[in-house]
């Protein structure tokens, strides 16, 4: 029997009708707003639900209607079982409107970003059997503009399956083509409950989209905001993140150390001014340094930090960070079961696991005979909770010994003149792999990169203490993981000009 629950942003409508759910450059909607937004996108995805009217009309009845042919991607819709949508996922109120009407309409869809290349994009989409959408708006008016659909009847559902396919999430390396992890709506739900133990999000906080709504963490704030009442507040492209956190009154922010770091560098004063009242930190070390000068200066802020996964929906665990305390990610949040193999691999499961891997038209489980989700990340449960060493597929070995990247870094930053650090092996014949240690420095540090290897080699052993240190180049990341790759590309060229 088909599990059948009421949608959550319905709930929230009826809950918080009148109260403000989105705002986009100072313009805000409500709930009752958002839900009128999603039934007109309900009504327009079911465009792509009917197979039959999608292969009369398809592709050339949107060309026709006026949508030009790179808008729309590609009609590579052949699924009737397993409808599925790959859309550009901008931060914008039509986007999470769409995200709910395809769920109501049984439709599983793929946020991409616009930063992804058409060729992954195509590919992703041939294997899939998705239906490519690369403008939203353009693509409803065009729909809207066919007599053909002008003539459907169409019924309204706000009920939702929360067992069955609700999104795939791109996940993989800047070349290797992309994962496809599959969630249902429960374990959205379930993460967003969850994490409640911990970050409390309440009814008119003021959560600025920070983290691209192509990754989990960004999907995470979506369900925290509309299980709380809370308001998603979209980036502006006009303004700094330090001016839009008192712009537009942001009370919760999610960001990476770097993110922090930069903003109390450049902007300290706005932190202080602001209304924000909890950060949640994650996707790389965090240095006792900057807790503690957070807490000096800012001491209203609760200040979190987090491990997670996009297998596991967003957040496993959470704890907040205090100045003078050891920094872990804390203990398994609700909904989740956490446990170390005995080789230190962290191993993960609950309500909030993803379905499995979509591969070549099936949903392959991703636990192993034991019933765990293999994470790849290495740790240790202390007393005072979870710590990550690293990754199992970052360490490398140099001269025989083992090098877990992360690990060095946390080291590193504990110099009060490195402001971001990244250690990324490059291949040596003497070495074998040598660690390359790319380094941002503090404002006012006016010493020289060798000056600060050298500090190094005085407090840390030696094995640890990269060989070569180069300035930190500007690489864009996105979401809360740092794409390695692309500044191991850096160092090897780097060396190879010398």
């Known amino acids: 029997m088909m599990n059948i629950r009421k949608c959550p942003l319905s709930e929230a409508a009826l809950l918080y009708s009148s109260e403000p759910a989105f705002s986009d450059a100072g313009k805000e909607y409500t709930y009752g707003e958002l839900e009128q ?13 009917n197979e039959a009217f999608m292969r009369e009309n398809g592709v050339s009845g949107l060309l026709s ?27 914008s109120v039509d986007h999470v409107a769409a995200i709910f009407a395809m769920m109501r309409n049984g439709i599983t869809y793929i946020p991409f970003s616009s ?58 390396g800047s070349t290797a083509m992309p994962k496809l992890v599959v969630h249902n709506l429960n374990a959205h739900l379930k ?57 537009d009154r942001i009370t919760v922010l999610s960001l990476v150390p770097t993110q922090l770091v930069r903003i109390m ?34 001491p209203s802020i609760a200040l979190y930090g987090s491990y997670g996964s996009t297998e596991m929906a967003s957040q496993i665990c959470t704890n907040v960070l205090l100045k003078g305390k050891e920094i872990t990610a804390g203990f398994p949040l609700p909904y989740r079961e956490l446990i170390l193999n005995s080789d230190g691999e962290i191993l993960v499961r609950g309500e909030t696991l993803c379905m499995g891997y979509f591969r070549n038209g099936l949903i392959e489980k991703v636990t192993g005979d034991d019933g765990y989700f293999h994470t790849g990340d290495i740790g240790r449960m202390l007393p005072s909770g979870l710590t990550v060493s690293g990754r199992r597929d970052n360490m490398f070995i140099s001269g025989g010994e083992n090098i877990h990247p992360e690990q060095v870094e946390a080291m590193l930053l504990k110099n009060q003149n490195i402001a971001e650090v990244l250690v990324v092996p490059v ?41 070569i240190w180069l300035n930190m180049p500007e690489i864009e990341n996105t979401g809360l993981k740092i794409r390695r790759g692309k500044y191991i590309e850096f160092a090897e060229k780097a060396l190879n000009s010398r």
């Open 427 to 467: 291949r040596d014949h003497e070495w074998g792999m040598m660690a390359v240690a790319l380094v941002r420095t503090a404002p006012g540090f006016n010493g020289t990169l060798e000056d600060l290897r050298q500090q190094a080699l005085s407090e840390m052993s030696h094995v640890y203490v990269p060989k």
């Open 65 to 91: 209607a006026g949508l030009d042919g790179t808008d729309l991607g590609e009609y590579l819709f052949t699924d009737a079982l397993f409808p599925k949508v790959m859309i550009k996922a901008p931060p």
């Open 191 to 247: 993460s967003a409950l969850g994490g409640q133990k911990v970050l409390d999000i309440r009814r008119g906080d003021r959560y600025l989209l920070s983290l691209p709504l192509n990754h989990v963490g960004g999907q995470a704030v979506i369900f925290k905001c509309v299980l709380t009442g809370a308001v998603m507040v979209s980036p502006r492209k006009d303004m700094s993140p330090a001016g839009q956190i008192l712009q």
């Open 265 to 298: 560098e450049n902007h300290p004063e706005v932190l202080a001014e602001s209304c924000v009242r909890a950060i949640l930190l994650g996707g790389a070390p965090i240095d006792d340094m900057l807790i503690a000068r957070m807490h000096d200066l800012y």
């Open 115 to 172: 930063r992804e290349t058409p060729e992954r994009i195509r590919t992703v989409a041939r294997d899939a059997r998705a239906f490519i959408i690369n403008d939203l708006r353009r693509f409803a008016e065009s729909v809207n503009a066919m007599e053909a659909f002008r003539n459907e009847e169409f019924h309204l559902n706000d009920h939702v399956d929360p067992y069955a396919p609700c999104n795939m999430m791109m996940t993989s």
């Open 37 to 49: 937004l999603t039934e007109y996108y309900q009504r327009i995805f079911s465009f792509v639900k």
